[in-house]
């Protein structure tokens, strides 16, 4: 099988060729670089070359403070671009595994603290978050073979992520204030990308046809951010990767003042397509050793 990865160079995109490097699959990586996903064109010339079988997109515009006052291009690459993509997907019967995220919601689920289902409605509080739930929609609405995944607090060895910031954070001495009125679901990329990998690897001959429609996939526990910081730090001090303890100081997301606004609560409910693809939720604290020990052993 031939598959197509967009957005290559990002966290998720590059563990997803971690995970699919050594598999039976043909694997195109292409990054922003290499093609722009809001480009039409673009996108024809690179179905009309390489032909795939599935597309992985795990191109996105995730800067989500930034995007309020670019909602523009958050709207052309997390939304126009998707729904493009779905069609020439259409056209062309080619399998499609997209991701959107958290922020589609706005962190007071009807049925009190529990983690959102599939089937909870969205209302995002920010550009970002509209962005992505107008991608969810196009691409839902194209009718498209598609496997659709929401998930949250992404981090990894890769990229720009909360760990890294925390570590960063930690060795620049100062006090570091953590917001504590945020909850959530901390989900490694790597185990996402494992999710992408027995989706490609799925057999409709042994399994009947492969799990399409829209599902959650995240870490398996609920926690705030202050709570994530704790923990990283103690396993950072573990694995000594830092010199010292910094001081991790709680504030509100009120006080913080970030232009864009993030849901209080938006931890994600994975049990329909685990219990369907046979994998646990990410496990984010085996992960979190994972990564420091990845970064300690990189000199990061």
């Not at 959107?100 to 509080?125: C, I, M, N, R």
Request: glycine fraction near 6%; include cysteine.
């Amino acid at each position: 099988m031939k598959i197509l990865l967009l957005g290559a160079a990002g966290q998720l995109g590059r563990c997803v060729q971690d995970a699919l490097r050594d598999g039976p699959d043909q694997l195109v990586p292409l990054t922003r670089h290499d093609l722009d996903l809001t480009d039409l064109d673009q996108l024809r010339a690179a179905f009309d070359q390489h032909r795939p079988d599935m597309v992985i997109n795990a191109a996105a515009y995730n800067a989500v403070d930034l995007a309020e006052t670019e909602a523009e291009p958050a709207h052309r690459v997390n939304a126009q671009g998707p729904g493009r993509l779905a069609e020439l997907c259409l056209h062309t019967d080619t399998d499609l595994i997209h991701f959107s995220t958290d922020y589609v919601f706005d962190g007071q689920p009807l049925t009190g603290p529990a983690p959102y289902k599939e089937q909870a409605a969205p209302h995002p509080l920010s550009v970002y978050g509209a962005s992505k739930l107008a991608g969810e929609q196009v691409v839902l609405a194209s009718a498209c073979r598609v496997t659709m995944i929401r998930t949250s607090w992404l981090f990894s060895e890769y990229g720009t992520n909360f760990v890294k910031t925390m570590l960063r954070l930690a060795n620049a001495a100062e006090p570091i204030h953590v917001v504590t009125d945020q909850r959530g679901c901390p989900t490694y990329a790597g185990d996402l990308a494992q999710v992408v990998k027995r989706l490609v690897a799925w057999d409709p001959s042994v399994a009947g046809p492969r799990p399409t429609g829209l599902f959650h996939y995240a870490g398996n526990s609920v926690l705030s951010w202050y709570d994530f910081a704790q923990a990283i730090v103690a396993s950072a001090i573990a694995h000594g990767l830092l010199r010292q303890r910094p001081t991790l100081v709680p504030i509100k997301a009120a006080e913080f003042q970030s232009p864009a606004l993030r849901p209080a609560y938006s931890a994600l409910d994975s049990s329909l397509l685990t219990q369907q693809l046979g994998v646990p939720a990410s496990d984010w604290q085996r992960a979190l050793l994972l990564v420091l020990a990845r970064l300690k052993a990189d000199g990061r």
